[in-house]
């Protein structure tokens, strides 16, 4: 009865694949949202989906593309992965943007 | 633009010592307010929050107040224990069509 689950929780992958991380939430949350936190716990906004639609798409490379098939999910695909990618990649749902979040246990991404 | 800043760590504490970790922003509205804790190989799980100047929040002994005239919410609690080792971030939201804004967090290291 997780509240926001990702997965896979680690993924180790050499640079220039494709990957997928999922991201779901049963909190009933309208807005789903994709951060990236570096080495140094830095956390950046990348995406923000409301309702199926995309709400905040920050500087992020066009590598990164996010899919929401349902406002219960979404989805990180990144294309040509690069060694600057390595982060840990935490999926958020709130019920209004703006409110509180809740945060899944996050990704973490080595590209090597 | 909207940003946070917070005190650098990291902090280190006896157990019971009183424990303040500073935060101040910048906000061209009238922002929300949060403190987020992480604990080691988690994800963030909100800790306090307060929407309006004046508003304290409260949590597991953890309080900070949203002063206008300051620009800060500085975190607070009486008496730390070994188990609030965890980094703790201060983020601000300008409510409806933003995202949250994260510090850089601060890490908090209580020694028996």
């Known amino acids: 009865d997780t509240a926001v689950s990702q997965t896979p929780k680690y993924l180790v992958t050499q640079m220039g694949n494709d990957k997928s991380i999922k991201c779901e939430q049963n909190l009933g949350h309208d807005t789903m949202y994709w951060y990236k936190q570096d080495s140094k716990k830095f956390l950046k906004i990348m995406f923000s989906y409301n309702n199926k639609e995309l709400i905040i798409n920050e500087t992020v490379p066009n590598r990164f593309s996010p899919k929401s098939p349902d406002k219960a999910h979404l989805n990180l695909h990144i294309n040509s992965l690069e060694l600057g990618d390595s982060a840990v990649y935490f999926c958020?749902?709130?019920?209004?943007?703006?409110?509180?979040?809740?945060f899944g246990s996050g990704t973490r991404l080595t590209v090597v | 633009g909207n940003s946070v800043t917070q005190m650098e760590g990291p902090v280190t504490l006896s157990e019971e010592a009183f424990l303040t970790i500073n935060c101040t922003y910048t906000?061209?509205?009238?922002?929300?307010l949060f403190w987020y804790v992480q604990y080691p190989g988690e994800g963030l799980q909100l800790l306090l929050k307060a929407t309006k100047a004046d508003d304290k929040g409260s949590n597991k002994g953890f309080e900070a107040t949203y002063r206008k005239e300051t620009t800060s919410f500085h975190l607070e609690k009486g008496s730390v224990q070994v188990s609030d080792s965890a980094v703790y971030f201060c983020?601000?939201?300008?409510?409806?069509?933003?995202?949250?804004?994260f510090g850089k967090g601060t890490s908090l290291l209580v020694t028996p």
């Open positions: 958020a749902s709130s019920h209004v943007q703006g409110d509180g979040y809740t």
């Open positions: 983020a601000l939201t300008l409510n409806s069509g933003y995202a949250l804004n």
């Open positions: 906000a061209t509205g009238y922002p929300s």
